[in-house]
């Protein structure tokens, strides 16, 4: 049973790091993973008067408050337009609008789970974490950190992108992803994220199709096999390793494919 002794609404962030360096102590979010472990939590710390709850627009990138829902991902215009729908895509299935009216981005990355889909686009985007104390670190170099006292305050995604794209397996709309895809290219490279695996994402990155139309047919095929040959995919009960290869390697053909142009 998850249990709360006192709530704190942070009146600064400075305020919530200082609270946050007991291990008594939580940072909630939209609680809906939180909610479900058996925990005692000393002081809940909620950020939601700090406004970090919104998307801002630079010439350079995109802001994204920790507090910002799922759901505001899903609907704004911009970075649906900068990433070709691959963002929206990305959070739509993930069970249902009411629960994504109240899942943060903040706590989807910062808990780093294997089955996120908001990881695996994220990465693909070559998005940073922004850190109260430990400042601006590469995303792809965050997930690999275990969880420590840090606040995480925003994700910054640079507008490198050319184009994107995501692609996920599931039995059913609503459940947890057999496996997620998400591609992204720039006039330099090509990034593939691919997660659910079932541990997190993972990035692999490919020079060679930075430039949009510079790829065959023949070498997507010989890129995506080289994935399937290399990744790690494990088994649970939504599906065995065997099966997820077989998906990374379906998938990133799909996903080059698309950036192309051409047929899946």
């Given at each position: 049973?998850?249990?709360i002794?006192?709530?704190?609404?942070?009146?600064?962030?400075?305020q919530?790091?200082?609270?946050?360096?007991?291990?008594?102590?939580?940072?909630i979010?939209g609680m809906?993973?939180?909610k479900m472990?058996?925990?005692?939590?000393?002081?809940a710390?909620?950020?939601?008067?700090?406004g970090?709850?919104?998307?801002?627009?630079?010439?350079?990138?995109?802001?994204?408050?920790?507090?910002?829902?799922?759901?505001?991902?899903?609907?704004?215009?911009?970075?649906?337009?900068?990433?070709?729908?691959?963002i929206?895509e990305?959070?739509?299935?993930?069970?249902?609008?009411?629960?994504?009216?109240?899942?943060?981005?903040?706590?989807?990355i910062?808990?780093?789970?294997?089955?996120?889909?908001?990881?695996?686009?994220?990465?693909?985007?070559?998005?940073?974490?922004?850190?109260?104390?430990?400042?601006?670190?590469?995303?792809?170099?965050?997930?690999?950190?275990?969880?420590?006292r840090?606040?995480?305050?925003?994700?910054?995604?640079?507008?490198?992108?050319?184009?994107?794209?995501y692609?996920?397996?599931?039995?059913?709309?609503?459940?947890?992803?057999?496996?997620?895809c998400?591609?992204?290219?720039?006039?330099k490279?090509?990034?593939?994220?691919?997660?659910?695996?079932?541990?997190?994402?993972?990035?692999?990155?490919?020079?060679?199709?930075?430039?949009?139309?510079?790829?065959?047919?023949e070498?997507?095929?010989?890129?995506?096999?080289?994935?399937?040959?290399?990744?790690?995919?494990?088994?649970?009960?939504?599906?065995?390793?065997?099966?997820?290869?077989h998906?990374?390697?379906?998938?990133?053909?799909?996903?080059?494919l698309?950036?192309?142009?051409?047929?899946?």
């Amino acid at each position: 049973m998850f249990t709360i002794q006192n709530y704190v609404r942070a009146e600064s962030l400075e305020q919530a790091y200082e609270l946050n360096q007991k291990k008594s102590a939580r940072i909630i979010g939209g609680m809906l993973w939180l909610k479900m472990t058996h925990i005692r939590v000393q002081n809940a710390i909620d950020l939601s008067g700090l406004g970090l709850d919104t998307i801002e627009e630079t010439p350079d990138m995109y802001r994204i408050g920790c507090m910002t829902t799922l759901r505001s991902l899903e609907l704004h215009p911009g970075l649906n337009a900068f990433t070709h729908g691959a963002i929206r895509e990305s959070v739509c299935h993930i069970v249902g609008v009411q629960f994504r009216n109240l899942a943060t981005v903040g706590g989807s990355i910062y808990g780093r789970y294997g089955f996120s889909d908001v990881l695996t686009i994220f990465q693909a985007l070559n998005a940073s974490v922004e850190l109260f104390a430990a400042g601006i670190i590469p995303l792809e170099e965050y997930a690999k950190m275990a969880p420590d006292r840090d606040i995480l305050v925003r994700i910054l995604v640079p507008k490198t992108t050319v184009n994107s794209t995501y692609l996920s397996v599931r039995k059913t709309k609503t459940d947890f992803p057999v496996l997620t895809c998400a591609a992204a290219q720039t006039s330099k490279d090509f990034t593939l994220s691919i997660g659910a695996r079932p541990g997190r994402a993972v990035v692999i990155r490919e020079p060679h199709f930075g430039s949009a139309g510079t790829f065959s047919e023949e070498d997507v095929r010989a890129f995506a096999n080289d994935v399937s040959q290399n990744i790690t995919t494990g088994s649970n009960m939504r599906a065995q390793a065997a099966y997820r290869t077989h998906l990374a390697e379906v998938l990133t053909r799909r996903s080059l494919l698309t950036l192309k142009g051409g047929s899946l």
